[in-house]
């Protein structure tokens, strides 16, 4: 049976991939903030419902534009219904932990994801991180955790029940950057990748909202209209897209890794937003996550390979 090779693991991020990777972490760093402030508004599962819905005509449009092949056969019915369906339950769980936990724990947890990446990386698609990679993820990592705070007081055990959620958030994220990197979803379009995502996404968030008993009790605001529209045109539909372009092209693990400026992105969008104070502890974090991601990205001696399982 037929096998195709993607020799990516070991590619050293581009400058526009680079550049690329700080747009988007700076769009995701309002992702948990933006679900705060719409929350008294917009429930959280039903907040994650319709910006699922409105990110598939957008993804539907891009395609088009760009030519991309959204229905044929092409071997990606199986690997992208699995994605959907955690993709889905990623989002319930993510949500749902918002509203026990604070936006700036949940960011926290949230980008453990690069550990669950390298873990599956090195367990499915054949990537093996030196040393200094894993030194550096620890270190990114710890820099995100002197920025934040963590441990924060006055944590009891409904926050805690928020942090689990967010991990387990987390550990599913990094679960499909894997399924999209090691199956034939890496041949697809990215359109077509995440749009698999985004439509089975829609039913399992739709029955957490009737399970929940969310419903609007008055007509939403400016603000929370302007923030699930944001979060469903740009995020999902773009952001996400571009996303999966990406692990398509570059070592999954090493692209995870770069995802810890996102919260370092988040806690200045505290301070700009929210008028949180920055202090010198946020600078030495920055510095901390910007010499774990120099350990992560530097070019390895030797390119491994990638083969997709045919099965899948």
């Known amino acids: 049976m037929h096998k195709t090779v993607v020799s990516s693991t070991g590619r050293p991020l581009s400058s526009g991939a680079v550049a690329l990777m700080l747009v988007l972490c700076l769009s995701w760093a309002f992702n948990q903030i933006a679900v705060k402030l719409a929350l008294p508004d917009i429930p959280p599962m039903l907040q994650a419902t319709i910006r699922s819905t409105g990110a598939l005509p957008v993804l539907l449009l891009a395609a088009r534009l760009r030519g991309g092949k959204m229905f044929e056969r092409d071997g990606t019915l199986g690997p992208g219904l699995l994605a959907g369906l955690i993709f889905g339950v990623e989002f319930v769980l993510i949500f749902g932990g918002l509203l026990y936990t604070s936006a ?14 390298a873990l599956g990386s090195y367990g499915f698609l054949g990537e093996r991180l030196r040393g200094a990679q894993w030194a550096g993820l620890a ?4 820099g995100v955790a002197l920025a934040i705070g963590v441990p924060q007081a006055n944590v009891d055990s409904r926050v805690l029940l928020g942090d689990l959620l967010i991990v387990g958030g987390g550990a599913i994220w990094g679960a499909t950057t894997v399924i999209a990197k090691g199956t034939r979803l890496s041949l697809a379009a990215p359109e077509k990748a995440l749009s698999y995502q985004v439509t089975i996404s829609i039913p399992i968030l739709a029955a957490a909202v009737w399970l929940g008993g969310e419903k609007l009790d008055h007509v939403p ?82 390119r491994e390979k990638v083969v997709p399982d045919p099965n899948l």
């Open 221 to 302: 605001g400016p603000l929370a209209i302007s923030i699930v529209t944001y979060q469903g045109i740009w995020v999902v539909g773009l952001t996400f897209t571009l996303w999966f372009a990406l692990v398509q092209s570059y070592s999954a693990s090493k692209l995870s890794a770069f995802t810890f400026i996102t919260p370092l992105f988040g806690v200045a969008a505290s301070y700009l937003i929210l008028h949180d104070e920055l202090t010198v502890a946020f600078g030495a974090a920055a510095l901390l996550v910007i010499a774990g991601l120099y350990l992560v990205n530097r070019p390895e001696a030797a």
């Open 139 to 142: 270190l990114s990592f710890l």
């Open 104 to 117: 700036s724990r949940a960011v926290v947890f949230l980008y453990t994801t690069p550990f669950f990446v």
